[in-house]
């Protein structure tokens, strides 16, 4: 993905450009876990300082991208703050430069979009296979959120390349959830977390093993969840990916789930290709299953102390 120098220019340049002061103290090697659970990092942000983030650990999504979402990602919108990385979606517009009006292509028919966003992904620089990947964020939960940390496979496209999503917070149906009533809609209204995978099924789609926890869950333990960082994390051998939050086992899926229906395919969770690997996303996405977009909530931040992949 090309690199665009520009971001942090016009970022410093623009005086509508605002930035939240995190309430963490700022990471030093020395806090560090270097090895855990007989693993060892080989891999690391830790968003030290304040700057644009690390070009050479991380790239940048550029402009509508997937799911008709609403934001227009741009990289002026990721920025690390006394050693906290924060992806800010605004509610400005933003001209389509794509843009025609006779299209059928929605990133093309779209003359204007209403919000930005940031995507950062370590596809260009870095990518595992196996291993423990650690995140530690807070996540914004205003309707119209969707903060997610997934990887994806950096060979064959999707979902034949296979997806990891660590963690999504979006909305969904009441229906979708078992909750039944007059006053029941269709609109995507009940808060959830989920931790998935994904992968070429047998139909030649997308299959997927999901789990949704409804944000209640958490919120009834502490209602103060909202306000405080919390740590995911994803234990992946050749047998297993485990998902968990806080030390909370959400999902476990067995790779051989995503064993291939033909010969020509192959599983993007277990499998000795050569240079085949998993890449990091974090984004902020805002509308489609994030919901009906509260406008008041905006700028909507989401933060993330951390980032560390250990291997054996």
């Not at 596809?123 to 309707?143: C, D, N, Q, T």
């Not at 789930?257 to 890449?279: K, L, M, S, V, W």
């Amino acid at each position: 993905m090309r690199k665009q120098l520009w971001g942090l220019a016009l970022l410093l340049a623009s005086p509508t450009l605002t930035w939240a002061q995190n309430d963490t103290d700022t990471n030093t090697e020395e806090s560090i876990d270097t090895s855990t659970d007989g693993l060892t990092l080989v891999w690391h942000d830790e968003f030290d300082g304040t700057g644009a983030p690390d070009s050479t650990r991380w790239t940048f999504e550029h402009g509508f991208v997937r799911n008709h979402e609403l934001q227009w990602y741009q990289p002026q919108n990721a920025r690390v703050i006394d050693g906290v990385l924060q992806i800010v979606g605004r509610k400005e517009r933003v001209m389509n430069p794509n843009y025609k009006q006779v299209s059928s292509n929605w990133k093309k028919n779209r003359a204007t979009a209403e919000y930005t966003s940031a995507c950062l992904e370590s596809r260009e620089r870095f990518s595992f296979r196996y291993g423990r990947l650690e995140v530690k964020a807070r996540i914004p939960v205003s309707p119209g959120a969707w903060p997610a940390i997934w990887t994806l496979g950096n060979r064959g496209g999707w979902p034949a390349c296979g997806e990891i999503d660590m963690m999504e917070f979006y909305r969904v149906p009441p229906s979708t959830m078992g909750i039944h009533h007059d006053q029941a809609s269709d609109e995507r209204s009940v808060p959830i977390i989920l931790a998935n995978a994904c992968w070429r099924g047998e139909n030649g789609r997308d299959a997927w093993n999901t789990k949704r926890i409804p944000f209640t869950h958490f919120t009834q333990r502490d209602a103060d969840w909202a306000s405080k960082f919390h740590v995911w994390r994803m234990d992946w051998t050749p047998e297993h990916i485990a998902l968990y939050l806080d030390d909370e086992l959400l999902n476990e899926i067995p790779t051989s789930q995503a064993e291939p229906a033909t010969e020509r395919g192959f599983n993007p969770f277990r499998n000795d290709i050569e240079g085949f690997g998993h890449y990091i996303l974090l984004n902020l996405a805002i509308g489609s299953s994030g919901g009906r977009v509260d406008d008041s909530a905006f700028p909507m931040v989401y933060e993330v102390d951390y980032v560390r992949v250990y291997k054996n």
